[in-house]
């Protein structure tokens, strides 16, 4: 199998350990983050071969981030170091229900300095799938111009280009540069995967129809519309249907949710299941991790996957 390539700037994760306002927390426990870096968990998990490209600093962020890719058997072959620049990282809150407040040390980081002369020295030919997304084309100039070189050589090189928008407005200059540069980059992808409240940012609309057709006639073959626990909108060509999502006993962290959902997409893909399939494991993927604390510690193997969507589709009957 050729497998995957993905590029992205992982950072040091400290999560609390106590619900509180983020200044007021005592204790914090170290974890990776990083919305690609979840993704090339997610599918190394299932057995898939990985390789992720970034930048670290010289620090003990970047040892931490260099373990948990060698523990998840993540290819590093293009992993670089900086020895000026240091591995960003973010504090994350601990919540009872909804979304964590976050807070990011990332500005100048190691990854912030990717560029073209990086993706050089990637033989795209080795791969089969390449997945990139919003946020590594939000930090720098440079790292803009890295992103567009990768789809372009994976153009040429006939690989399968999935796009998640990961919108993260705190990182552009303004909304109306942030809309015109993810939609630019989603037209380039073969398989785009929006959510309906990014939808609402980048064309106007939460409605998973209106989104898949804004994409689809930019150039998009399929548009993959998350609605949380709805499930999905899927736009493949001229079919359109919807694919329900799986019941979660308790929401424990919603962060890495969209991430697993497109590791589901992607491995699905790879193994040439039917895309409905591909999906629907997607969304399984997602609800698992919503119910782990943690941004990809809840991504799960080949085995506690097919054991989840079992239990689910006999509690169905």
Not at 79 to 104: C, H, N, Q
Not at 111 to 139: C, M, N, Q, R, W
Not at 207 to 231: H, L, M, N
């Amino acid at each position: 199998m050729k497998g995957l390539i993905l590029a992205g700037e992982p950072m040091g994760l400290l999560i609390a350990q106590s619900e509180g306002a983020l200044g007021s927390v005592t204790g914090y426990d170290l974890a990776v983050a990083g919305a690609e870096f979840n993704v090339a968990v997610g599918v190394a998990r299932l057995g898939h071969r990985v390789t992720y490209m970034t930048k670290l600093g010289r620090d003990p962020f970047g040892d931490r981030i260099i373990h948990v890719l060698n523990e998840n058997k993540i290819g590093t072959e293009f992993v670089a170091w900086s020895d000026e620049k240091r591995t960003g990282f973010m504090l994350k809150g601990r919540v009872r229900e909804g979304d964590p407040p976050i807070f990011y040390f990332r500005a100048g980081s190691a990854a912030s300095t990717l560029a073209p002369a990086d993706v050089e020295a990637i033989d795209f030919s080795a791969y089969s799938h390449i997945h990139l997304t919003g946020i590594l084309p939000a930090l720098t100039d440079t790292t803009r111009a890295a992103v567009l070189l990768m789809f372009e050589r994976a153009r040429k090189a006939g690989l399968t280009i999935s796009f998640d928008p990961n919108l993260r407005p705190q990182l552009w200059p303004d909304e109306r540069t942030m809309r015109e540069t993810i939609n630019d980059l989603a037209s380039r992808a073969d398989i785009v995967l929006p959510g309906t409240a990014e939808g609402k940012i980048l064309m106007g609309s939460d409605d998973p129809a209106a989104i898949a057709a804004f994409y689809q006639e930019r150039g998009a073959k399929i548009v993959i519309t998350k609605c949380g626990s709805a499930g999905a909108y899927v736009a493949d060509g001229a079919a359109h249907y919807h694919v329900p999502g799986f019941r979660v006993r308790k929401v424990v962290d919603t962060v890495g949710a969209g991430d697993g959902f497109a590791a589901g997409v992607i491995t699905g893909l790879m193994e040439e299941l039917p895309l409905a399939e591909a999906v629907r494991r997607a969304a399984a993927i997602g609800a698992i991790q919503v119910m782990s604390r943690g941004d990809n510690e809840g991504l799960p193997t080949r085995e506690e996957l097919d054991t989840f969507m079992k239990e689910a589709d006999s509690s169905d009957e």
